[in-house]
């Protein structure tokens, strides 16, 4: 019985931690993502001409 509760345990801690990588992940992307537009948006400004010429 004392395993059966430990395997629960380690299964759910590992579900945990995965949850949390999945969580990191995605706000890393969306971080990015939001560079990425606000980048897109100055180089439609030409704002950053060095990028618009295609240097």
Excluded: D, T
Aim: proline share 2%; glycine share 4%; aromatic share 10%.
């Amino acid at each position: 019985m004392i395993y059966m509760v430990l395997a629960y345990m380690v299964i759910w801690a590992a579900v945990f931690v995965f949850l949390l990588s999945m969580i990191q992940r995605q706000a890393h992307l969306q971080r990015e993502i939001a560079a990425l537009k606000e980048l897109a948006q100055e180089r439609e400004a030409g704002r950053c001409p060095e990028l618009v010429e295609g240097r």
